[in-house]
């Protein structure tokens, strides 16, 4: 199996990451989204943000508006990386997941539909990802206790 292009592109660092979020959700916010970020810089969900400057291009494409500017196009490429890295170290930590709970490379592939040489590949692709900064974002919680523990305190208190 080739070099998995996702591994390839490098992973955004933290602060043009917070960036890219706050210039997209000054921007795309609306709603209750923009009173999260009034009140608490709380930034738009990643993929929200990216379906917003992909809707305005849409829009303009059958000519119900403007192009986005290149700086929010850029800023939502920003994003996209973000969201790939989470994305990427989920499903390391998965695979890790599913190998201490005593399920095989068979099992494993089977499930993925890869061969069992392109599951292990796929794993050891992902692992050094894990080691990339990422720009977290925990969900505001404005009423009562976590359901769950957040993935930021899961890597943390593992290590």
Known sequence: MGE?????????????????????TSRYAAGMDQVLWELIEHPLPDLDAIDAVVADSDRAQ??????????????????????????????ARLLDAAQA??????QIAA???????EAEERHRQLKPRL???VAQVLPPRPYGPPTHRPRAAARTSDR
């Open 62 to 91: 059958r000519g119900y508006g403007d192009q986005p500017e290149p700086v929010a196009v850029a800023a939502a490429l920003v994003v996209l990386g973000a969201a790939r890295l989470e994305v990427d170290q989920t499903e």
């Open 111 to 117: 499930i993925l539909g890869l061969t069992v040489e």
């Open 101 to 106: 709970s005593a399920m095989g490379w068979e």
């Open 131 to 133: 080691d990339d900064p």
């Open 4 to 24: 998995d292009m996702r591994t390839c592109l490098p992973a955004p660092s933290p602060d043009v990451v917070r960036a890219a979020r706050a210039y997209l």
